[in-house]
């Protein structure tokens, strides 16, 4: 299998049980996850041999992390320790009309303060097949953003293929400030994974479709797709296509480009969502997965759809399934009869 690399802040989720409010609980199910620590979990759970960065406190919270991470086999070998603090997010789960609802406490965190110093970016691409990041990782702080380049730079000199999941946070940054720093790192990017609030607010594209109004059609995005690739060279753009009725039921496919052909993938009806929270970090890790293991793109995709329908139905950030049961679904086995 392949080495796979990502680069970002895993965070201390804490949430009420089942669908209390935050308001009512007196205690939280602790619960680790983040952007890219979700996607080197779902690598590491097909075989890749997934690598987490980041930069954690030597003390136990930052411990409890580390060891989150190994006990789904992510390697940690290059996770740098110190600094202060572990960021943390307050995460309520909707259901039905009331939406899910999440509140940060991560200023300060030991990755937001991490100096390029603390990161041997050369050696941590030494054989590397795939880097990963997100738009949430700049955003943490013009420190990150800075780490988040260097990186990129690394990748590029050894020849790892770069992806992105645009990720937009309107809880972190402006959009202006978003494009300031997201538009010079494209040209790094080799896979550019978002969705078309992502796309508009990170990079300045909008889609012709009307997506509130549930409105995704593929023919929308067609457009969207040729200028991006044109003007950043991408050699794959994808959108995940995400119709939301309601906190519990969404339907989800998505589409890729790859320069020459469009496919757009089956489309599911997730009904009920368990936990949306992580859900495009899993079609991320399956779309890293898809292509570096499937003979074109539209396998590609629809491996990537699939464990991402089967994650909204998993508590927590990481989507822990496996290439058998991603394929099984892929293949069209959605009954949900127990496997005796």
Known sequence: MSKVVTLGEIMLRLSPEGCYRLLQVDNFNVIWGGGEANVAVSCANYGHDAYFVSKLPKHEIGQAAVNALRRYGVKTDHIARGGNRVGIYYCETGASMRPSKVIYDRAGSSIAEADPADF?????????????????TPAISDKAAELTRLACEAAKRHGVTVSVDLNFRKKLWTKEKAQSIMRPLMKYVDVCIGNEEDAELCLGFKPDADVEAGETSAEGYKGIFKAMAKEFGFKYVISTLRESFSATHNGWKAM???GEEFYESKRYDINPIIDRVGGGDSFSGGIIHGLLTKPNQAEALEFAVAASALKHTIPGDFNLVTVE???SLAGGNANGRVQR
Do not use: L
């Not at 941590?124 to 880097?131: L, N, Q, V």
């Open 325 to 327: 049961e991603v394929e």
């Open 120 to 136: 041997d970016f050369d050696a941590i691409m030494e054989g590397a097949d795939w880097f990963h990041w997100s738009g949430i």
């Open 256 to 258: 890729i480009y790859n």
